[in-house]
């Protein structure tokens, strides 16, 4: 925990975003079900507390894509280790990540996505990096705009460590 500089957002702060962006997406999804895809693993905290606070029917698939690895800079290399179980065809999805730092993951999964002809494809952030941005790729449920900084918590990790922490801090990228 020695490489923590700061905390960006505590617990409450995360909180209350969640339940605003939840929201947003029960009002414009209210009575369509909704299939909810948890980028695997960073989005899984966000993906809980996220559908939680949803006042609509959902159903929750997990995809495994990955650009980082153990180190704190994307490899710009986007893997898919594990892929969706259901059909998605007709239904309306929302792909949700944790953060969004160049957009790459995200593309690769909407283009993926789309060929499988759902009724309507979007994603969430709770966090986005826009000044890295190489993808002009749209989210329609945002939280916070962060700066160009390595984060860790609330699922989100180093070398797979600190995905627990029940806020969001700046780590200290250096060994």
């Known amino acids: 925990m020695n490489n923590i500089q700061a905390i960006l957002f505590d617990e409450q702060t995360i909180a209350e975003k969640v ?28 993906t809980a507390d996220l559908m939680r606070r ?12 990955a650009s980082y690895g153990a180190s704190t800079s994307s490899s710009r290399t986007i893997t898919i280790k594990k892929d969706l179980d259901i059909d ?19 593309e690769r999964l909407f283009w993926k996505f789309a060929e499988r ?4 494809l979007q994603a969430v952030a709770l966090l986005d990096k826009k000044s890295r941005r190489t993808i002009g790729i749209p989210i329609a449920y945002g939280g916070f705009v962060i700066p160009d900084k390595f984060v860790v918590g609330y699922g989100m990790d180093c070398g797979e460590k600190y995905r627990n922490l029940p806020y969001i801090a700046v780590i200290n990228s250096e060994p």
């Open 19 to 46: 339940l605003e962006i939840a929201d947003r997406i029960s009002r414009d999804y209210a009575g369509k079900e909704l299939v909810l895809v948890c980028i695997l693993k960073g989005a899984v905290v966000f």
């Open 54 to 65: 949803l006042t609509l029917s959902v159903t929750v698939e997990f995809v495994q894509a």
């Open 88 to 106: 998605i065809k007709g239904r309306h999805v929302l792909l949700v990540d944790t953060i969004v730092d160049t957009g790459e993951t995200l």
């Open 117 to 120: 002809e759902p009724a309507s």
